[in-house]
């Protein structure tokens, strides 16, 4: 200490009002004048008057600051966040109390958010509870009460299978999965949500962890939290208790090995959230496509999943958050689904459905192999409309030639000796919706697919159809075919 310094906390300690005299004379923490003046000497004034402030109404927590002696980066955070009026004596004094609860790592923790959020920090830990803010600092294991149970020596750290005197373990794991770095993100990514946002709060997001359940749930949740913050904290609070069981457990049931991508189901879980916040699908959109990726993932009948989540798990990963590609990947899904679930759609029963088979010597697939109980195989293209499933998109979609074209009868040319020729098997199923001022029934879309392969053969724009059905699915009606046999005949 320079001979100045020295002199200046010399003249503090002089000055300390009777009331902090007498709190420093009745303190049992040692050395009350040392931390004293060595909190002078790191803080200045601001030290002193918060020392002041805390003795007159809450002498724990004045302890609690003075024992900060060892920790002076997070003394003169709290003290400076005080002076500055970024929180109450109140908030200090719950925060200080907060940190003196909290085991090595959780303090360690604690250290790390204030470096990361400063003043949001302290204030968002002021706001929770003693066991909310073991939760969120300390470690990941939780106790609950227990009616009976022997005197076991104590300790505040957790081990897994331990029972200590008057709790147990929550769970039988005490490891949460994640890096010291994730858990610091994670949790700088909360406050800063809380802090930014009237209606997120401290207590009912660290509530919301809490209650999704086991261990492995909260990790996940965790996860999701870091990388997409007030969006997925919105996002989770959205779902019922079975729909967040559900989005928090599917990993388990798919392998994602099998992506091409190194995504993974945490991105999944982050489309889904980012998709909800920012784009323009519906949060019934978003539960019912939870529903079905839960369903797809647990059927029996679908082989290949994987190909039905992993493009959503990617579309994060796009600068813009368009609706027509969640959608496409959504009705493709829902589709799958219903060929698996409906035993009466199409052909009858149906045994296996194959996500985008392969077919040897090319690089195509089509949509879906569905396989039925008697044997026949159907192999079906899924396109979504939109509201407009005009003639001149009935062409574009379903019938128009490019080179390296898109459309369903584009698919099964280029597939064409791969594919059995046997009766109505390959299948172009357009998911539409009838409107007052368009379509308005199952009539006005076969006129519109006639009058689509008579003027579109006319003006060269495809010649021969390798497609044997149209399935029209429409979002408000009931689904019907379409039979395209009658037109399939070569063309100059």
């Known amino acids: 200490m320079s001979p100045a310094t020295r002199q200046r906390v010399v003249d503090q300690m002089g000055s300390l009002k009777q009331s902090t005299r007498d709190y420093l004379a009745e303190t049992d923490v040692k050395a009350p004048g040392a931390k004293t003046a060595k909190l002078i000497e790191m803080t200045g004034s601001?030290?002193?008057?918060?020392?002041?402030?805390?003795?007159?109404?809450?002498?724990?927590?004045?302890?609690?600051?003075?024992?900060?002696?060892?920790?002076?980066?997070?003394?003169?955070?709290?003290?400076?966040?005080?002076?500055?009026?970024?929180?109450?004596?109140?908030e200090l004094a719950t925060a200080l109390r907060r940190y003196d609860s909290l085991d090595r790592e959780g303090k360690e923790a604690y250290q790390r958010l204030l470096d990361d959020t400063g003043s949001d920090g302290i204030s968002f830990v002021s706001k929770l509870d003693e066991d909310q803010t073991r939760s969120f600092l300390g470690s990941a294991c939780r106790r609950i009460p227990v009616v009976s149970g022997g005197s076991v020596a104590g300790s505040d750290r957790l081990h897994a299978a331990e029972v200590i005197q008057g709790s147990q373990l929550v769970d039988d794991s005490c490891s949460d999965g994640l890096s010291v770095t994730?858990?610091?993100?994670?949790?700088?990514?909360?406050?800063?949500?809380?802090?930014?946002?009237?209606?997120?709060?401290?207590?009912?997001?660290?509530?919301?962890?809490?209650?999704?359940?086991?261990?492995?749930?909260?990790?996940?949740?965790k996860l999701l939290l870091k990388d997409t913050g007030e969006d997925g904290i919105r996002f989770i609070r959205k779902l019922d208790t079975d729909q967040q069981q559900k989005l928090l457990d599917i990993d388990k049931h798919v392998d994602t090995s099998d992506f091409e991508s190194n995504a993974d189901m945490g991105d999944w879980r982050h489309s889904l959230a980012v998709y909800q916040q920012r784009s323009a699908v519906s949060d019934a959109e978003i539960e019912a496509h939870i529903e079905n990726t839960y369903r797809a993932a647990t059927s029996k009948k679908i082989d290949d999943r994987e190909g039905l989540i992993e493009p959503v798990a990617n579309l994060k990963k796009g600068s813009r958050l368009g609706t027509g590609s969640f959608r496409r990947y959504d009705n493709e899904l829902k589709r799958t689904v219903a060929y698996a679930k409906n035993p009466d759609i199409g052909h009858g029963t149906v045994k296996r459905v194959e996500v985008e088979p392969d077919f040897l010597g090319t690089d195509k697939d089509v949509d879906a192999e569905v396989v039925y109980q008697d044997g026949t195989t159907h192999y079906v293209e899924f396109k979504r409309l939109n509201d407009n499933p005009s003639k001149r998109n009935i062409i574009k979609s379903v019938f128009e030639k490019k080179e390296n074209g898109n459309s369903v009868n584009e698919k099964f040319r280029?597939?064409?000796?791969?594919?059995?020729?046997?009766?109505?098997?390959?299948?172009?199923?357009?998911?539409?919706?009838?409107?007052?001022?368009?379509?308005?029934?199952?009539?006005?879309?076969r006129d519109v697919i006639d009058a689509a392969v008579t003027d579109g053969r006319k003006s060269n724009r495809f010649s021969e159809i390798h497609l044997d059905t149209i399935r029209i699915v429409p979002e408000n009606g009931e689904p019907f075919d379409v039979d395209l046999t009658k037109y399939k005949q070569t063309y100059p």
């Open 414 to 445: 280029q597939i064409d000796d791969e594919v059995p020729k046997s009766e109505n098997a390959r299948i172009g199923e357009l998911k539409i919706r009838y409107t007052p001022d368009g379509l308005t029934n199952e009539q006005d879309v």
């Open 46 to 90: 601001g030290g002193k008057r918060a020392l002041r402030a805390l003795s007159d109404g809450n002498r724990k927590a004045a302890d609690t600051l003075l024992k900060l002696h060892d920790d002076v980066a997070t003394q003169r955070a709290m003290v400076r966040a005080w002076e500055r009026g970024d929180i109450s004596t109140k």
């Open 182 to 221: 994730e858990q610091t993100e994670y949790r700088k990514q909360v406050v800063r949500a809380a802090s930014k946002n009237e209606d997120i709060s401290a207590t009912a997001v660290i509530t919301q962890i809490e209650n999704v359940g086991s261990q492995t749930r909260r990790t996940r949740l």
